[in-house]
């Protein structure tokens, strides 16, 4: 079963079906040696997801480990046969990662609090960078990230695997080429109900903020690629505290009201309190939605002309297989899976609590 899924999602990645965004074809490369990554931080993202996708695609090799917890090394080792002792790093000696040579990209797995310190030592030590979302935890650090790798001369990708994924590809582009008219309003809702009341996403230094940061995220991506376009305000509400203890140091729930140029309306709301996960365009010419929007799937949409019959894939073997030949390139990477990006939408989710925060409109 597993290897019918993996031979399906290979030949899906040939397809080239997520191309017309993530350009040369993921095809061409499988003749290439695979460039060598390691992973920062073996979480359940990482091994759940990124791992997953590393264990399907032939352009990418897991060569090295960064963790905190040598315990979970051997696991790792047997997945992945052929990782070197000496490519096991911890946090304390990750600088010694500079002297391996079959690693060319770190992908950083960590909680957002740290996000900017080893994106910034990667750079240092001349590898390029896969960091997860949110980029960081303030703006100045997304600058510091970016100035770092500019430095260096490596390339920064945030992990914005939606741009890789049909459905979401699909919406970009009946926003973009206005398929169903032009847009005048939309409603992005992220969230869900948080379990262990210790773990660090409720911790503001480890996560920079509450679902906002973690999901709300996902919204003002839909928000921006969906519309083509970039707000020019915000105004935000806090949502009610109905668990002190939990929420001492991060919000509950937030909602926000984007304006666009052209008066479009975009309102959105994040939590941790409930679950919800919707996008909603309302345009000239009828509606479409998706829901659930982002998250690992089955995605779902309807549009005035039906149901959206899409393929059903693995977002983050997508974005792997999509980022390899840019990681390979001489050029730059393209904006909009880039620290650039993440940049843009740092500035946006520290306006909305700025916004929560003062009760004003805050210009973008
Ligand atoms: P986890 O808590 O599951 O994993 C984080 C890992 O970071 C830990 O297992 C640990 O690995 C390491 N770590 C180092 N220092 C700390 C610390 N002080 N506290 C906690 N962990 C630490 O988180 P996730 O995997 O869910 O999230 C990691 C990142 O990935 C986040 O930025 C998150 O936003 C992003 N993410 C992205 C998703 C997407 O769809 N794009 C989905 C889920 C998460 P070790 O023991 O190896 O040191």
Not at 47 to 60: H, M, S, Y
Not at 193 to 217: H, N
Not at 244 to 272: A, C, D, H, K, M
Not at 282 to 299: H, I, Q, R, T, V
Request: net charge positive; hydrophobic share 40%; with cysteine.
């Amino acid at each position: 079963m597993k290897q019918r899924r993996r031979s399906f999602l290979k030949t899906a990645g040939s397809l080239g079906l997520a191309m017309p965004v993530i350009g040369p074809s993921f095809f061409n490369l499988r003749e290439d040696k695979p460039l060598g990554i390691a992973m920062v931080g073996l979480g359940s993202y990482a091994k759940n997801q990124i791992g997953v996708a590393l264990e399907n695609t032939g352009a990418w090799k897991l060569t090295g480990l960064v963790t905190g917890t040598p315990s979970k090394v051997p696991e790792w080792k047997k997945r992945f046969p052929g990782i070197k002792d000496e490519n096991i790093f911890s946090y304390e000696n990750f600088d010694k990662i500079a002297g391996a040579k079959d690693i060319d990209v770190v992908y950083i797995t960590l909680p957002n609090g740290l996000h900017a310190e080893y994106t910034i030592k990667a750079a240092k030590a001349g590898k390029h960078v896969i960091c997860e979302k949110p980029m960081a935890n303030t703006v100045e650090e997304a600058e510091a990230m970016l100035e770092a790798c500019r430095k260096a001369g490596v390339k920064l990708a945030i992990g914005y695997r939606c741009h890789f994924e049909p459905f979401n590809l699909e919406v970009m582009k009946y926003g973009r080429e206005k398929t169903f008219g032009r847009i005048n309003f939309m409603q992005t809702n992220f969230g869900f109900r948080i379990g262990d009341p210790t773990q660090w996403r409720l911790k503001k230094a480890l996560a920079g903020g509450g679902p906002l940061m973690d999901v709300g995220v996902y919204c003002i991506q839909a928000a921006r690629y969906t519309l083509g376009m970039e707000p020019v305000s915000v105004s935000a509400q806090w949502g009610p505290v109905t668990d002190p203890t939990r929420f001492s140091e991060v919000e509950e729930s937030i909602s926000w009201q984007l304006t666009f140029p052209e008066g479009v309306t975009v309102n959105g709301f994040s939590s941790y309190r409930t679950n919800v996960e919707t996008m909603f365009a309302s345009c000239d010419k009828g509606n479409f939605e998706m829901s659930p929007a982002w998250s690992y799937g089955p995605l779902k949409g309807r549009t005035p002309l039906g149901e959206m019959n899409l393929p059903v894939v693995h977002h983050q073997t997508y974005q792997m297989n999509g980022m390899a030949p840019y990681f390979r390139s001489k050029d730059p990477l393209p904006d909009h899976f880039s620290g650039v990006e993440g940049l843009r939408d740092m500035k946006i989710l520290m306006a909305i609590y700025e916004a929560a925060r003062t009760g004003k409109v805050i210009a973008l």
